[in-house]
T-cell receptor, first 114, second 115 residues
Framework: DTEVTQTPKHLVMGMTNKKSLKCEQH?????MYWYKQKAKKPPELMFV???????INESVPSRFSPECPNSSLLNLHLHALQPEDSALYLC?????????????FGPGTRLTVL | QKEVEQDPGPLSVPEGAIVSLNCTYS??????FMWYRQYSRKGPELLMY????GNKEDGRFTAQVDKSSKYISLFIRDSQPSDSATYLC???????????????FGQGTILTVHP
């Protein structure tokens, strides 16, 4: 089973709201990722967690706050977002074994900031 | 110059045609090559994964890697309307001592297969 699940599927929030995006995988992967994708553009990496520790933060504004409670879960806490943060937020996971590397993506959360 | 170049199209073909999608890259350190399919408003779905130069076939899909030319291709035989999607090439390099990968994506090619 190569499934990554994300909730919610859609989210509309105001600029003063606080919300969270959730991601879950049960493939035993120890690396998890958050990406942001704007229309007609490829995904842009935001954060990487490896063994539940933050390994990469691609200079993401502090209004985005990631959290990895355990090896299967990844959250993205949102606060004081701007309308330009509206996008599809994708979670992915991967397993590095020897020389292999494949990332599996979830369906995404479509976020609209009013 | 971008590390990975991919013609965004759009590409429109009749049902049953053979589709060729391509990416070029400049970084010879890339070792892993992937093709993702992304339907509108959905997450990318891993289609093909290759490590070495050569061909890899899976049903109607064939992935081809030519490391000497820094060129990868995805061929779709007997294309169907359900193949209409954006196709993203992606590549990564192995970094010893790390346990995660960092993908570099092409811009994506929008494909429409019309009946």
């Amino acid at each position: 089973d190569t499934e990554v699940t994300q909730t919610p599927k859609h989210l509309v929030m105001g600029m003063t709201n606080k919300k969270s995006l959730k991601c879950e995988q049960h493939m035993g992967h120890r690396a998890m990722y958050w990406y942001k994708q704007k229309a007609k553009k490829p995904p842009e990496l935001m954060f990487v967690y490896s063994y539940e520790k933050l390994s990469i933060n691609e200079s993401v504004p502090s209004r985005f706050s990631p959290e990895c409670p355990n090896s299967s879960l990844l959250n993205l806490h949102l606060h004081a977002l701007q309308p330009e943060d509206s996008a599809l937020y994708l979670c992915a996971s991967s397993s590095i074994q020897g020389s292999t590397d494949t990332q599996y993506f979830g369906p995404g959360t479509r976020l609209t900031v009013l | 110059q971008k590390e990975v170049e991919q013609d965004p199209g759009p590409l429109s073909v009749p049902e049953g045609a053979i589709v060729s999608l391509n990416c070029t890259y400049s970084n010879s350190a890339f070792q892993y090559f992937m093709w993702y399919r992304q339907y509108s408003r959905k997450g990318p779905e891993l289609l093909m994964y290759t490590y070495s130069s050569g061909n890899k076939e899976d049903g109607r899909f064939t992935a081809q890697v030519d490391k000497s030319s820094k060129y990868i291709s995805l061929f779709i035989r007997d294309s169907q309307p359900s193949d209409s999607a954006t196709y993203l090439c992606a590549m990564s390099r192995y970094s010893p001592g790390t346990s995660y990968g960092k993908l570099t994506f092409g811009q994506g090619t929008i494909l429409t297969v019309h009946p």
